[in-house]
C-alpha cells in the first residue's frame, strides 16, 4: 500500500538546498521530524532535515491523519511559519495546523552576525502533499475567496476580498515565476556564449589540423630531400632532378590537399542550402495546403452563391410573371372601369330626368297615395342601380390597393437580387485573384 508523501522545493530566498521527497506517516507518535543536521541525523533528499544554522534540532513535525495534514512546532527557537503566519511563539509548542498543497513554509528566520557581518538564511519551501492515493491535497473551494467589498455603500457591485495568507502566497508565486525565468535567461545566455566558444573552437582546431598536415608534408619532403643528400654515389644532375621531383610532388599533395578542403567545404555549404530548400519546400507545401483548403472553401461558397442566384432568379421570373399577368388584369379592369363610369354617367342623367318627373306627379294633387308609392319605387329602383353600378369599381379600387401593396415586395425582392449579383461576382474576384 502507498503511504503518502510530501515534495519541498526551495524558493528563491531561502537557504540553498536540493529537492525534498519523503514519506509522511500516519500517526503524529510517527511524525516525520524536521530539524537541524546533526551527528545522527544528516541531510538526504528522503527526510526533512537541513544543514541550516537558524533551525533547531527537534524543529516541527509533520504528519498525515483522517486525510489530512498537519504540521506543529515543537518548541522552536525561531519558529515555523505557513503562508506567513506564525504557528507559536519561540520555545512554546504550537497546536496542530492543518496544511494544503501549494502552501509556504518558513522554518526559522534569517540571522545577522554583526561581528563577522555574516548572513545566515532560513528554509523557505513551497510543499506538495499527495495522499495514499496519489491525489494532491488541495485546498478546498471556499477558501479560494474569503468575502466581498462594496465599492460604495449604494453600490450593488461586489468585489471579492483576498486574505493575507492567499496574497502572501501569489506574492511567493509571483516572485518564484521571475526567480525561474531570469535563471532560464542566464541559462540560455550561458548557452549562447558556450556555442560561440565551440564555434570558435571547432574553426580554430579544423584550422590547426589544416596547418598541422601541412607541416607534415613538409617534414616528409625535407626527410626525402635529405636522404637523397645523403647519398654520395649519386651525381649533382641526377640529385637536383631528384630533388625537383620531391617538390613537385610536395606541390601536387599540396594542391590536392586543398582541392579536398575546398571540396568538402562546398560540400558542407551545399548540404546547409540542401536543407534550407527542404525548409522552404516544407512551408510552401503547407501554405499551398492552406490556399488549397482556401480554394475548396470560396468553391464551396460560390456554389452556394451560384444556387441562391439561380432560385432567386427564378422567383423573380416567376413574379414577373405574375405582374404581368397583374398589369393585363389591371388594364382589362381600366378599360371596365371607364365604361362603367360614363354609363354610370349616362344612368346618373336619366335618373336626374325620372327624378324630375316623379317630382312634378308628386306636386300633382290629383294622384293622391299613388304618387307617393311610385315616388318610392322609384327611389328603391334609382339605390339597387346604384349598388350594381358601384360594385365593379369597388372590386377595381381592391386591386389598386393590392397592388400598391405588392409594390414593396418587388423592389425587396430586386434588391435582394443585385445584392446576390454583388456577392457572386466579389467571389469570383477574390478567386482570380488568389
Known sequence: MRCPYAILTACSQSHAFEERRFTVPNSEEEAMK?????????????????????????????????????????????????????????????????????????????????????????????????????????????MEISGYLRAHDNDSVMFPLVDSHQLFQLQHYMREAMYRERALEQKLAMLENILSSTEQAAESSCQALISEDQLLSRIEMLEGQLAL????????????????????????????????????????EALQRLADVERSLLNAEEESSVLRQRVADLENELTVAVDANSSLREHISQLKKQLRAMEIKYGDLEEKNFSLSVLCEKSRVKDKTDLKISDSQFLNPSQGENGYAKLYLCDEKSQAMLELRLTPYRSNCDFAALLLCALPLFSVMFIVYSLGTMVISSVLSKIKRE
Open 34 to 142: 524536521i530539524g537541524r543536521s546533526v551527528a545522527r541525523w544528516k541531510p538526504s533528499s528522503d527526510n526533512a532535515i537541513f544543514d541550516c544554522k537558524v533551525l533547531s534540532r527537534n524543529h516541527a513535525v509533520l504528519w498525515h491523519e483522517e486525510g489530512c495534514f498537519l504540521l506543529k512546532d515543537t518548541k522552536s527557537s525561531n519558529g515555523t511559519f505557513v503562508n506567513n503566519d506564525r504557528l507559536s511563539k519561540s520555545a512554546e509548542e504550537s497546536s496542530p495546523r492543518q496544511i494544503y498543497s501549494g502552501d509556504i513554509l518558513q522554518f526559522g528566520v534569517e540571522i545577522s552576525e554583526n561581528a563577522n557581518k555574516v548572513t545566515h538564511g532560513c528554509i523557505l519551501a513551497m510543499i506538495r502533499l499527495y495522499d495514499s492515493n496519489g491525489e494532491e491535497a488541495c485546498p478546498p473551494d471556499n
Open 229 to 268: 643528400y645523403s647519398k654520395n654515389a649519386l651525381s649533382e644532375k641526377v640529385k637536383e632532378q631528384m630533388n625537383d621531383l620531391l617538390v613537385d610532388k610536395n606541390k601536387f599533395e599540396s594542391l590536392a590537399k586543398e582541392s579536398l578542403r575546398r571540396a568538402q567545404e562546398e560540400r558542407c
